[in-house]
């Protein structure tokens, strides 16, 4: 049986504050070099990561990703590829496998289109996909809202997934 989730995430965005705080802006396990301003998180608060977490968990009606890992000190500063990793854990658990990853990323800056094939390649070999099954789509929103003001970062998944057999 072939299942669907939507995952979102939305993190407000902050201007670093050039004391080396350490704080990044990281988009599908890659840090984002060219850019003066970090996701105010939790995690690494990488949305990315987050919306893909949320997807895999609601497509086998498994909660979503505040229920698996809370604001606690276990996952303060964490790497959200280590919660991807997690995530698959659990799908594998419940007997599904990740079939398909289609994700869009809004930021209005910078431009993220070259490092998508990395983002690709993280989360596919996190998800043992090819990585032909995973699709990010950068976009801007021209201006507009919070995220073409630059004030956030937002980003949509859906994920598919089926039974592996192995339940």
Same mark, same amino acid.
């Given at each position: 049986?072939?299942?669907?989730?939507?995952?979102?995430?939305?993190?407000?965005?902050? =201007?670093?504050?050039?004391?080396? #705080?350490?704080? =990044?802006?990281?988009?599908?396990?890659?840090?984002?070099?060219?850019? #003066?301003?970090?996701?105010?998180?939790?995690?690494?608060? #990488?949305?990315?990561?987050?919306?893909?977490?949320?997807?895999?968990?609601? @497509?086998?009606?498994?909660?979503?990703?505040?229920?698996?890992?809370?604001?606690?000190?276990?996952?303060?500063?964490?790497?959200?590829?280590?919660?991807?990793?997690?995530?698959?854990?659990?799908? #594998?658990?419940?007997?599904?496998?990740?079939?398909?990853?289609?994700?869009?990323?809004?930021?209005?800056?910078?431009?993220?289109?070259?490092?998508?094939?990395?983002?690709?390649?993280?989360?596919?070999?996190?998800?043992?996909?090819?990585?032909?099954?995973?699709?990010?789509?950068?976009?801007?929103?021209?201006?507009?809202?919070?995220?073409?003001?630059?004030?956030?970062?937002? @980003?949509? @998944?859906?994920?598919?997934?089926?039974?592996?057999?192995? =339940?």
């Amino acid at each position: 049986m072939m299942r669907v989730g939507i995952g979102y995430d939305v993190h407000r965005l902050v =201007k670093s504050s050039g004391n080396g #705080d350490g704080k =990044k802006l990281v988009i599908g396990g890659v840090e984002i070099r060219e850019c #003066d301003f970090y996701p105010l998180a939790h995690s690494d608060g #990488d949305v990315l990561i987050h919306a893909i977490i949320d997807a895999i968990f609601g @497509a086998i009606s498994f909660g979503n990703i505040g229920l698996h890992f809370p604001e606690i000190d276990e996952y303060e500063g964490v790497s959200s590829l280590e919660l991807l990793k997690r995530t698959k854990e659990k799908l #594998d658990s419940k007997g599904f496998r990740v079939v398909n990853v289609d994700t869009v990323v809004i930021l209005e800056k910078p431009r993220i289109a070259q490092y998508v094939d990395n983002m690709r390649m993280k989360i596919s070999e996190v998800l043992d996909i090819p990585i032909e099954a995973v699709n990010i789509k950068p976009k801007r929103n021209e201006g507009l809202g919070f995220e073409g003001k630059g004030e956030g970062i937002v @980003a949509l @998944a859906v994920v598919t997934v089926e039974e592996n057999g192995k =339940k």
